[in-house]
C-alpha cells in the first residue's frame, strides 16, 4: 500500500459527460502528480501541483482541469469525454516538488467511456 | 516526441536466469533515472533509482546499469522468480523545482517455472 488513496476505482460514464477524480496524497506529501495510462500512449503525465500551486503541465487536454486543495487532496476534472479519454488514471504523490523525491503512486481509478 | 526509449516490450525469462532491460534516452538534462514494477490491477512502485553520477547501483537482486556517454541505463534483475513477473517501466526526471517522470513504453516480464 502505496499510502495514495484514489476514488473512484472504477467508472463508466457517457460521451460528453464530466467526472471527477480525487486523490489523498500520502501523509505530509505535498506535491501531487496525475498521470494517464493507455494501452497505446503508455503512462503520460498530466499534471503537477505542489503545496496547492500548479507547477508542471504535461500532456494535458484542454478539456482536462485539476486543482490542489488545502488539505493538499487533489481532484482531476475530466470534461466533455470522449471514446479516447477511457484510461487508468494515476495520482501519485512525493513530500516535495524536485526530481529524487520517490514518488508513490495510487492504485489508480479506471474510467471507461462509452 | 518519445524522449526515453525502452526494450524489449516482452520478455520471458526462466526461473533463475537473469532479465535485462533496456532504456536510452534523449534529453542530456535528465539526472534522474528510476525503474517502476507495475502489477496487473496496481499502481506503479519504485524498485530502484540510479543518478549520473554512477555507473551502477545494486539493491537485492535488482541492478542498474548507466553509461552517460551512450544515454543508456539498463535494469538487472538476477535469478529472476516467478513473483517478479510483472510491467517494468525505465523512467528519467530532470532537478528543478518541478518533477515530472518521463516513462519508457514498458517491458512485460514473464518468469516461468
Known amino acids: 500500500d502505496s499510502g495514495v488513496t484514489q476514488t473512484p476505482k472504477h467508472l463508466i460514464t457517457a460521451t460528453g459527460q464530466r467526472v471527477t477524480l480525487r486523490c489523498s496524497p500520502r501523509?505530509?506529501?505535498?506535491?501531487v502528480y496525475w498521470y494517464q495510462q493507455s494501452l497505446d500512449q503508455g503512462l503520460q503525465f498530466l499534471i503537477q501541483?505542489?503545496?496547492?500551486?500548479?507547477?508542471a503541465k504535461g500532456n494535458i487536454l484542454e478539456r482536462f482541469s485539476a486543482q490542489q486543495f488545502p488539505d493538499l487532496h487533489s481532484e482531476l476534472n475530466l470534461s466533455s469525454l470522449e471514446l479516447g479519454d477511457s484510461a487508468l488514471y494515476f495520482c501519485?504523490?512525493?513530500?516535495?516538488?524536485?526530481?529524487?523525491?520517490?514518488?508513490?503512486f495510487g492504485e489508480g481509478s479506471w474510467l471507461t467511456v462509452v | 516526441q518519445q524522449q526515453v526509449k525502452q526494450s524489449p516490450q516482452s520478455l520471458i525469462v526462466q526461473k533463475g536466469g537473469i532479465s535485462i532491460i533496456n532504456c536510452a534516452y534523449e534529453?542530456?538534462?535528465?539526472?534522474?533515472f528510476p525503474w517502476y514494477q507495475q502489477f496487473p490491477g496496481k499502481g506503479p512502485a519504485l524498485l530502484i533509482a540510479?543518478?549520473?553520477?554512477?555507473s551502477e547501483k545494486k539493491e537485492g537482486r535488482f541492478t542498474i546499469s548507466f553509461n552517460k556517454s551512450a544515454k543508456q541505463f539498463s535494469l538487472h534483475i538476477m535469478d529472476s522468480q516467478p513473483g517478479d513477473s510483472a510491467t517494468y517501466f525505465c523512467?528519467?526526471?530532470?532537478?528543478?523545482?518541478?518533477?515530472?517522470?518521463?516513462f519508457g513504453t514498458g517491458t512485460r516480464l514473464q518468469v516461468t517455472l
Open positions: 501541483y505542489y503545496n496547492g500551486e500548479e507547477r
Open positions: 540510479i543518478r549520473p553520477d554512477v
Open positions: 501519485a504523490s512525493s513530500a516535495f516538488g524536485h526530481s529524487g523525491n520517490t514518488i508513490y
Open positions: 523512467a528519467a526526471a530532470t532537478t528543478g523545482t518541478a518533477s515530472k517522470l518521463t
Open positions: 534529453n542530456t538534462a535528465f539526472d534522474y
Open positions: 501523509s505530509g506529501d505535498l506535491s
